[in-house]
């Protein structure tokens, strides 16, 4: 059975990677999964919040949001409205646990990386793109670090990469990284994130419509699994081009 | 090996579901698992907000809050700072979405309940014990809303039963219904919600230190299963009692 | 002549004090007065305001608030609104003033006290019930700092006890203690705050619909001095119980 | 004993009540009490709040608000904060009662009068100043609203008149309208609102030191009649000055 | 050709500057620009904003405001609303760039001015109104300073003066100084800021209907020049009277 | 003289307008002037704002905003402060201005088009290349409205082009088009919107130091108008393509 846009059940769409988007960011990514396409910028200051003040230890956190023509219909933006969305501040904070699963806080020393993902034009899987795309800027946020003296050239902050993708069941049929018109139609949607080594940091399953069994969930997360890898490697390929 | 509170592993707090704790709503739940103690409101009214209206189908939505002094330390009321904060717009979603796992919107006929579920006092696992409170909460709505005329008395908006548990992985070792003394130590978090038929309605794990394995994934939900199928039996009892 | 629930124009509802109702905090009581409970915790800490700092002197403020369905109809949270509306301001500046009456800040020293009183069911007189409530957890709360050293075991904070009750008039008739059905009702409205002493800390009267003449007003202040003194046999009554 | 500006403590500071301060409202007065200066302006308008629509009844509300340099010290002004402070919305809600205690709704039609009351210099009695000149702009706004048919020339929507004095107890001795000078000094402090004929429409006494018995609280009570019946006539003799 | 009001097109309402209007502000004018009045007073304190702390450097803000019923319909204040509407900031901000164009901050030192200028009546030109008595509250601030040993007796923090018209296109006529019932005709309205040696600090120019070309630009440039000067004499001839 | 880029004082940076960038929008520009790029999309919809409806009349709006890291150092985001600066509204009113002084409203009949302008990349002139750029998002979006029965074929909603430049003094020479670098140090920045036929929408401009006299602002009006002149030109060029 062949999809509407002609993948098959286990296909990823198109991913591109372009680094070094802008020029002020020290790690700046334009992720796009087929049309969804997301701005990652990563910020790196010296010192922490008050909070973590004098621990030694670095801090990680992420701001979404979506700009108000990134999807069919225009929303509100929420500085106009403001406050910020459920959707929004749930999506943030998953991106900020994601990112900080791989991070060795002490290694980081006294150091903050806000990792800023602004959603330019939106087709599901805004998230998991987010989360893909802000692991390269974060990655190249660290090498700026490293040669800008906030940390040591030997201090390794990371210690794996994460990558994330959508999963559901649409029509009953288990699907890898749903484009909208999928995730809308879907009774289950999925999002999971791994670590490069195929572990899990996130795994967040929603029965939209009827409640899922433990067959499917056991669909769910090898189609999730196996869309991680490729998407790991893809990063690994953007990472590895000579010039940030 | 036992627990700090002299429990097993695959052992719940002691849980109460106390029917009809308020006089004005329409269905009203004291649910406690252990320390922890969530007042559960569920308000019927007729109508539906102003994007379902003409449908001939209901709605059900949820709030979640903590007074201040639930936890150990004070918390600055979210009414004073003048805005909601990521987790309590989090948890709202998550409850108002398991809820609504399980309501047949039609038969409900243009109605609305909103469930508030207000933590009194915290000791991990709130958002699992608004769930399994506020489901109580919600079927002695609904059968207020059908003696009452809001819908017709064969009418079964409810089409299953819903309950929630939190597990982890302390020490290596996978828990079941995690005390906060336990959750703050926790390498692994994760909240499951159940029909009373054992599938599943939400699922969301969360690494804190370690990324878990598939293994671990598997310990978890099972043990979670199992915990859900006790709370709903613990459910069915309260509503068993003549007279709500 | 009898009330709408038998009592006599004179009689206080039915009042119960229940102590340390919350493990966590330092002073914890739920109070009802008929069928309106409140929940007042008391949270000290060490350190004041910085407007304060360094003057020795220490602080006690309250907040107030409803539940959403503490009343027959529903109410929007404060916290979703993203504002405090007037009357919850007035009435915690009414709670705090009233506390405060009773408080040497020299003795406190440099220690905050915040009361948090939740109205967990309404039904009339909430604001007195939240002031007779609180001052017996402040009461806790200070044993507690005397007993954990924020304070000298023989520092003396409290100059004296505190009590509130509500009077009115209805139907020409001036009542004590009105419930919610009676002060619909009244044509004058008048909350009373009194030292244990029988002193007047506040005297808030309000014509609802005719203004109010010097013999009514003579009535309502006898009746509510008299209520006051039974509320304070009741606090001390709380308060001589062994454990707390 | 003479006070610190020379008056007896049972006189008034001097009173004047400029109407047809400002072109645009209906109604409009530039009260003073001393250097205490209040722009009182009253703005109606056809129709009522949509809770009160149909009814056949008006509405009468109230604003009150301070110039950021009205006071000593510059205060920061609520719409950069972005929040009401508790106690401008008290006081908005007291000037608010006090007018609609003498206003027939059924005679005023559906209609609305917004008395917006702007502190441009404080020196205590801000709040008895604006119910004082409000009563004057409301008065004022009412005949036009006969003249332009909003009403019928024969409705006479005010039921009566209403002014306002602050009284005080300083250094042990009552004392009428309180300058900002005694006002920080005051053992008690309390706002009365009187109708023409000499009843009560507010009774506000406040503690800020010690408690009061009631000798004190007569004395005041006593106090602050006088200075309303004077403040009646001043409204009075201002109000019949030919040409609005 | 004469104006609604009979003024010629280069004339300017009459105008008045009333200095020393409040008692406790360290200056304070009220400026009326015929109908439109304006109280603008000058808050002088010890101490800059947080990050202009050790520059030696002083600073001059400025915030604008409208009382609600300054305009013939009631507007809603900003302070309810809960936030600021984007005139007033844009107000706001020209008012304290104007008045920072002839400061010198090195000799005003580490002191900040707040200028308020709240519109109580608004009649067209309520901004101009303000830069031109906002100025004159600033030199009555600025000797104030001087001489309480803010700054320097010989310290000359003003290195000139500064004052601002309207002008405007009706009916294809250039017209200076308009009034509300020319403004709401106007195809082209410009704000001019001059110091008082005839140059720009700012020049706003706006088509409201058609654009304007290059001559109607010169023509109302040249008027509003004009204009600027007879304001910078009626500012001299204000701080010349004796006593401020 | 050459300028830091190379440029001569009356050239242009390198623009593009890059036409059809968001699958979803009716009308979608990325438009840079040099580094900076803003993503200008047009939201067309059928209806108008409540205060304009059933004039017959359509309405056309504007918001700008940047990303947190469009600049060299992350802002905060204003949705996470709750409120819009004083910048942001102000430019979102300018860009409103401009292109609304290019419409006629009978012929756009009752529609709404928003011009939403968020700058992903910013170094000087973001304002003036939004209005550019928004203008043509504005034509393709007519154009759709046209072909999808918003308004008639015939209509010509569009009553001319607008376009936008800044121009400055910078060390005392007038530049055209201010990279971020030139415009910290100008002494005088000015943004002027010209229509095709070189008149003037909006002219603004402020004194960053010294006044500017007269010469020093002819100087720069004719730079400006020149500088429209050829982004009309590239205007008309993007237009020209075939595909939108």
Redesign the interface.
Known sequence: MSRFDGRRPDQLRPVTIERSW????EG?VLVSFG?TKV?C?A?A?QGVPRWRKGSGEGWVTA?Y?M??????T?GD??????????????I??LIG?SLR?VIDYKALGENTV?L?C?V????GGTRTAAITGAYVALADAVTWMQHNHFIKAKSRPLT?TVAAVSVGIVGGVPLLDLAYEEDVKAETD?NVV??G???????????EG?????AE?DAL?ALAVNGCTELTAAQQAALAATEA
Chains 1, 2, 3, 4, 5, 6 share one sequence.
């Open positions: 802008s020029k002020h960011a700046s049309d701005l910028t910020s200051t701001e949001a700009l108000p023509r990134a999807t069919n225009r933006r929420e500085s106009v409205r403001g406050k910020i969305g459920g959707r929004t501040h749930e943030s904070r646990r699963a806000v800023d602004d330019l034009q939106a087709d794996g999925m791994c670590t080594d195929g572990r899990f940091v996130e795994v967040q399953g929603t029965a009827q409640p899922f069994d433990r969930l997360l």
